[in-house]
Structure formats: structure tokens, C-alpha cells
């Protein structure tokens, strides 16, 4: 039997378009490298699913790039082309086998794009701003023709995740990728209509979802569930500050998107800049959209207490990304009584256990607090 004191976290919940969700915890969306060379999903990869998409109400996949040059890791799979929605559907028919709700996430790495991995080294992004880091390398301003081109690529993704089967996309525009480039005042430097003033940097991101929901109305013969994930704050100056988040979140809230999705590597951080308030980033998000989209926040949740306190600061929905890689079972054993049994440190033993594939498991070892982009 539950333990009453957990029992907000598997109350059902209901998105805006009438898609019912089982209970409050999704898979936070985590890049696995390991997906075959040719750009499709492989068998280590569908198992590593498979044994995460029995409790929890919605998988949200690792990031899949909607370009060729937007390939940001290696072993990603690939979305940019429809030789490729047998291996998207694969992946969507093992989530939903085992009872989640399968979104696939569409992205492009823009600058932080490795020059090995996109054709012919052409890194892009807003401007020709280069990201930290002597490796990195200095990316190509795009286009004015090629930005509204990546634009219909995020359109073409979403209808390959129609086709494919999936409940949703999630649209990635947090993490430093190419959609937070547009929107950074510090990536981006163009004097075109995707930049300049905050209203100018938001014309990407905002043509994003509407391409993507436009394309939802023409393919989806069912409820569709578009998301749309942010971080909040960049440690740069400029930089996006949580001022300019809630700007883009008020706008992104009359969008009739079905969620909201925060990227954090912690539930309860504060501000850096930008707003006199020394509530918490989510707080403060919660507040700003109220009840016009559902919130999903993340970070660091690990026990059962963790959750149930994240789902007192007022969100709807809570993601679990590394807790999920350490007990898959998380979820079950909330609803069994068994909340004590949830194991919170990894492992390292279990590696066959957790079918956490290779690739992933070493970038675990390497660094075990890792977020990777937060
Ligand atoms: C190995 C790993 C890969 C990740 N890949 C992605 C990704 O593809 N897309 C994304 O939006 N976030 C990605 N993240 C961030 C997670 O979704 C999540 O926001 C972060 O891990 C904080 O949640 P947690 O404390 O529950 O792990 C990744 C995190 C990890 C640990």
C-alpha cells in the first residue's frame, strides 16, 4: 500500500489538449551516446528504455538533432531525415509498450556542435560568437534563409514523431543549444529579425513552436503533446537573466503549449540577477505562468521526500534524470509502500542490472555528479 505521505506524487494529471497523464514523474530527457553510427537507435539503447518506461508517467528521449550540422554527441540518434522514422518509431512503440507516454526531444546544437560530427566542420549558431573552452570552435553566423530553414527542420522532426508514433515532442530550447543561442544576448549578435533587442532574440524560439504546432494541426490525428523546455539563466554578461526568462515564459505561456519544462541541476536554486526575489527559480517561474501551462521541474531529486517537497513549491510535474540511471524502479516502488527501498547512490557494481549502456555508464564513472550543459 502507499505511504500517505506520497500520494500527491501518483495522483493522475491531465495536460491541456486532454492527454492523461498516470501520475507526476516523467524521465528527464538524457543524451546516452549510444545509438548505432548510422544515426539509428540500437538495441542497448532500447533495452536502456524499455527498463525506465514501466512507472513513470511520460519517457522524454534524449535530445535527437533536426539538422545534419545540429548532430551535438556522438551516439545521437538522428531525426533530420524520413529514412529515419523507422528507427524513431522503434524507440516510441518500447516506451509505450511498457505503459509511458513517449515524447521525443528535437534539438540543434548550434555552436556547441563538436566540428568532427557536422558536415564538412561547419559549426553554426546565431553569430560567430565562440562558447568557452579552447576546444571549441568559432561557429559561422547563419543565414537569415538558413535560420527560417532549421525552422521548418524543427516542423519536419515533429511530423517524423507523428508518423513515428510518438505522444509528443519536446521542443529543447535550454542547455547553451542553438534555440538558447537565439535567445542569449550573448550568443547572439545579429542585427536581422531574429536579434537585437529581448522581443527580437525571442522571434526564434517562438517561430519554433509555432512551425511545430502548425505542423501538429496539419499530421496529428490524436491529442499531440508539444513541450518546450528553458533554462532560466546564463552566467555570462550579457546573458539571459531570470528577467528575461520571464518575459520569454509569459510569452511562451499564451502559446497553448502543453508544458513547460525548467532545466536545473537543482529544484530549489535562486536567482543569479534579474529579479528581486529570493524565492526559488521555480517558484518564481510557477508564479509567472500560473495555471495557463503545467510546469515540469527537475533537479536532484532523488528520495521520495525530495519529490513530494518539489511538488509543494506548486508544479504540476516533477522530472527525475540521474535517479532514474541509479533505481529504475523508482517510481514502483512509491506506489508498492516500498519508498524506503529507493536506492539514491549508484552502483557501480550494476551496471547489467541498471542496463545503463556503455557509453553512458563510462561517462557516469568519469564524472558521477555530471549534468552535462546546466
Ligand atoms: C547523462 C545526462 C544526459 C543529459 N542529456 C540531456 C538531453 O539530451 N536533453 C536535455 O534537455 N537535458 C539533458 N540532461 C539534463 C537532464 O534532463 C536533467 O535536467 C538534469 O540531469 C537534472 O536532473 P537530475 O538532477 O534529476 O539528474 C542530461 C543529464 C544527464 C545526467
Given at each position: 500500500m502507499i505511504n500517505e505521505k506520497y500520494k500527491t506524487i501518483m495522483d493522475s494529471f491531465e495536460l491541456p489538449n486532454g492527454v492523461k497523464l498516470k501520475n507526476r514523474v516523467v524521465m528527464a530527457p538524457m543524451t546516452n551516446y549510444s545509438s548505432n553510427a548510422d544515426g539509428t537507435v540500437s538495441d542497448t539503447e532500447v533495452a536502456y528504455y524499455i527498463r525506465r518506461s514501466k512507472g513513470v508517467s511520460m519517457v522524454?528521449?534524449?535530445?535527437?538533432?533536426?539538422?545534419?550540422?545540429g548532430q551535438g554527441f556522438p551516439g545521437e540518434f538522428a531525426g533530420h531525415k524520413d529514412e529515419?522514422?523507422?528507427?524513431?518509431?522503434?524507440?516510441?512503440?518500447?516506451?509505450?509498450?511498457?505503459?509511458?507516454?513517449?515524447?521525443?526531444?528535437?534539438?540543434?546544437?548550434?555552436?556547441?556542435?563538436?566540428?568532427?560530427?557536422?558536415?564538412?566542420?561547419?559549426?553554426?549558431?546565431?553569430?560567430?560568437?565562440?562558447?568557452?573552452?579552447?576546444?571549441?570552435?568559432v561557429p559561422r553566423a547563419l543565414t537569415t534563409e538558413e535560420v527560417e530553414s532549421i525552422i521548418l527542420d524543427f516542423g519536419q522532426a515533429t511530423r517524423r514523431a507523428i508518423e513515428a508514433g510518438y505522444d509528443g515532442v519536446e521542443i529543447h530550447g535550454a542547455n547553451t543549444y542553438l534555440i538558447q543561442q537565439f535567445f542569449s544576448p550573448h550568443s547572439n549578435r545579429r542585427n536581422d529579425r531574429f536579434g537585437g533587442s529581448l522581443e527580437k532574440r525571442m522571434t526564434f524560439p517562438l517561430a519554433v513552436v509555432d512551425e511545430v504546432q502548425r505542423?501538429?494541426?496539419?499530421?496529428?490525428?490524436?491529442?499531440?503533446?508539444?513541450?518546450?523546455?528553458?533554462?532560466?539563466?546564463?552566467?555570462?554578461?550579457p546573458g539571459i537573466t531570470m528577467a528575461d526568462t520571464l518575459v520569454l515564459i509569459d510569452a511562451l505561456a499564451n502559446k497553448n503549449l502543453d508544458y513547460l519544462h525548467v532545466s536545473l541541476g537543482d529544484f530549489w536554486s535562486t536567482p543569479r540577477r534579474g529579479v528581486d526575489d529570493n524565492r526559488s527559480r521555480m517558484e518564481i517561474i510557477q508564479e509567472k505562468v500560473g495555471d495557463r501551462v503545467p510546469v515540469i521541474g527537475v533537479g536532484s531529486i532523488y528520495s521520495s521526500e525530495d519529490a513530494r517537497k518539489a511538488l509543494t513549491s506548486g508544479v504540476p510535474l516533477i522530472a527525475l534524470g540521474r535517479e532514474l540511471l541509479i533505481d529504475p524502479d523508482w517510481v514502483q516502488k512509491i506506489e508498492q509502500g516500498k519508498d524506503d527501498e529507493i536506492v539514491t547512490q549508484l552502483d557501480t557494481s550494476m551496471q547489467e542490472q541498471l542496463v545503463i549502456p556503455d557509453p553512458l555508464w563510462q561517462a557516469i564513472l568519469r564524472n558521477p555528479g555530471w549534468v552535462p550543459g546546466v
Amino acid at each position: 500500500m502507499i505511504n500517505e505521505k506520497y500520494k500527491t506524487i501518483m495522483d493522475s494529471f491531465e495536460l491541456p489538449n486532454g492527454v492523461k497523464l498516470k501520475n507526476r514523474v516523467v524521465m528527464a530527457p538524457m543524451t546516452n551516446y549510444s545509438s548505432n553510427a548510422d544515426g539509428t537507435v540500437s538495441d542497448t539503447e532500447v533495452a536502456y528504455y524499455i527498463r525506465r518506461s514501466k512507472g513513470v508517467s511520460m519517457v522524454i528521449t534524449a535530445c535527437t538533432y533536426v539538422t545534419a550540422n545540429g548532430q551535438g554527441f556522438p551516439g545521437e540518434f538522428a531525426g533530420h531525415k524520413d529514412e529515419m522514422i523507422p528507427s524513431l518509431q522503434r524507440l516510441a512503440t518500447s516506451i509505450k509498450s511498457e505503459g509511458a507516454k513517449a515524447i521525443l526531444q528535437i534539438f540543434h546544437g548550434g555552436r556547441q556542435v563538436p566540428a568532427n560530427l557536422v558536415p564538412n566542420g561547419d559549426v553554426v549558431s546565431a553569430s560567430n560568437v565562440p562558447s568557452e573552452g579552447a576546444d571549441k570552435p568559432v561557429p559561422r553566423a547563419l543565414t537569415t534563409e538558413e535560420v527560417e530553414s532549421i525552422i521548418l527542420d524543427f516542423g519536419q522532426a515533429t511530423r517524423r514523431a507523428i508518423e513515428a508514433g510518438y505522444d509528443g515532442v519536446e521542443i529543447h530550447g535550454a542547455n547553451t543549444y542553438l534555440i538558447q543561442q537565439f535567445f542569449s544576448p550573448h550568443s547572439n549578435r545579429r542585427n536581422d529579425r531574429f536579434g537585437g533587442s529581448l522581443e527580437k532574440r525571442m522571434t526564434f524560439p517562438l517561430a519554433v513552436v509555432d512551425e511545430v504546432q502548425r505542423i501538429v494541426k496539419e499530421h496529428a490525428k490524436e491529442p499531440f503533446i508539444v513541450g518546450y523546455r528553458f533554462s532560466p539563466e546564463e552566467p555570462e554578461t550579457p546573458g539571459i537573466t531570470m528577467a528575461d526568462t520571464l518575459v520569454l515564459i509569459d510569452a511562451l505561456a499564451n502559446k497553448n503549449l502543453d508544458y513547460l519544462h525548467v532545466s536545473l541541476g537543482d529544484f530549489w536554486s535562486t536567482p543569479r540577477r534579474g529579479v528581486d526575489d529570493n524565492r526559488s527559480r521555480m517558484e518564481i517561474i510557477q508564479e509567472k505562468v500560473g495555471d495557463r501551462v503545467p510546469v515540469i521541474g527537475v533537479g536532484s531529486i532523488y528520495s521520495s521526500e525530495d519529490a513530494r517537497k518539489a511538488l509543494t513549491s506548486g508544479v504540476p510535474l516533477i522530472a527525475l534524470g540521474r535517479e532514474l540511471l541509479i533505481d529504475p524502479d523508482w517510481v514502483q516502488k512509491i506506489e508498492q509502500g516500498k519508498d524506503d527501498e529507493i536506492v539514491t547512490q549508484l552502483d557501480t557494481s550494476m551496471q547489467e542490472q541498471l542496463v545503463i549502456p556503455d557509453p553512458l555508464w563510462q561517462a557516469i564513472l568519469r564524472n558521477p555528479g555530471w549534468v552535462p550543459g546546466v
